[in-house]
């Protein structure tokens, strides 16, 4: 075969360009592999507020499928600009825990054991203490002035609760009689 100069280089340019696109294309399947799938891929994110103390820091709140993939703060969220304390970044177990509770359990008065309830069972007979206490304890008059009141009772609104949850949850213990109202983010 009869090769000048110039083609020769020109064969050998083309071969080390072949080899080095072949290697290329090798490490860039390799790295395709390697790469873990992106965790956030395909999900619907929800803002939401941190429910454990008065601070009310925002979240964001990942779900895929309707099941919960991750929780982070929120960047955008003026209180806490995407920060969190340790009791917030644990907050994925709330939803993501086999050692959370999730049914209703009961220990009467006396006893030494938990006994497993329904839901309706538990709203029914905390609605039935609640009115008994409230019916027991009710005072019209103190030193002859009208006061519709209970002192045997206490409620506390708490940060996950928005404005019409907590106004809800005062006019429903005004209307009890309730002296004892205060929230969790004044104390
Ligand atoms: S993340 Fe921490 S500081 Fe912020 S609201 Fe939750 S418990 Fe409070």
Not at 120 to 130: D, P, Q, S
Not at 164 to 180: D, F, I, P, Q
């Amino acid at each position: 075969m009869n090769l000048s100069r110039r083609g020769f280089l020109g064969a050998a340019g083309a071969g080390v360009l072949g080899a080095a696109i072949g290697t290329l294309g090798l490490s860039r399947k390799a790295d395709a592999a390697r790469r873990k799938p992106f965790k956030l891929a395909e999900t619907k994110e929800s803002t939401t507020i941190c429910p454990y103390c008065g601070v009310g820091c925002g979240l964001i709140v990942s779900t895929r499928e309707g099941e919960l993939v991750n929780v982070e703060g929120d960047p955008d969220h003026p209180v806490n600009e995407g920060s969190l304390c340790s009791k917030g970044m644990s907050l994925f177990q709330v939803a993501s825990n086999e050692r959370r509770l999730q049914k209703v359990r009961y220990r009467a008065p006396g006893s030494d054991k938990w006994e497993e309830k329904s839901w309706e069972w538990a709203l029914a007979e905390i609605a039935k203490r609640i009115k008994k206490t409230r019916d027991d304890s009710f005072l019209a008059k103190d030193g002859g002035k009208l006061v519709n009141r209970t002192q045997a009772l206490a409620c506390m609104g708490g940060a996950a609760l928005d404005n019409e949850e907590n106004y809800l949850w005062s006019k429903l213990a005004r209307s009890l009689g309730v002296t004892y109202l205060e929230h969790q983010a004044r104390i």
